[in-house]
């Protein structure tokens, strides 16, 4: 005689679904387009990754770099942190703000 095991029925739990790159990409793109679009004077918008996210805006004029840090501190429910100023690397009449974005 042989047994069979008998396994409990019941329901099968889902793997949590992860945000698809897709969507990754698409939160990316509109943090992005928000800071170009909040600031035209901009030369440039970048965003980079070494274990926190990283926001760059590039401005020409050093008049407006007070202007965008105080802009920045209200702006995208306050997910601009430790916001900083300094010259753009490899542009030398051109001044970078950057700010570690949290989410």
């Keep these: 005689m042989t047994e069979h095991a008998h396994q ?3 329901q099968v739990e889902h793997f949590p679904k992860t945000p698809s790159p897709k969507g990754v990409s698409d939160q990316l793109g509109q943090i992005r387009d928000t ?32 202007i965008v840090e105080a802009r920045l501190a209200g702006m995208c429910g306050g997910i601009f942190s430790k916001v900083r100023h300094g010259a ?16």
Excluded: C, K, W, Y
């Design 88 to 103: 753009s690397p490899n542009h030398p009449f051109q001044h970078r703000i950057s700010m570690v974005i949290e989410r």
């Design 35 to 66: 800071l170009s679009s909040e600031f035209p004077q901009a030369s440039a918008v970048t965003l980079d990754f070494d274990g926190a996210l990283h926001a760059h805006i590039d401005v020409r004029d050093g008049h407006d770099i007070p």
């Design 8 to 10: 409990p029925t019941g």
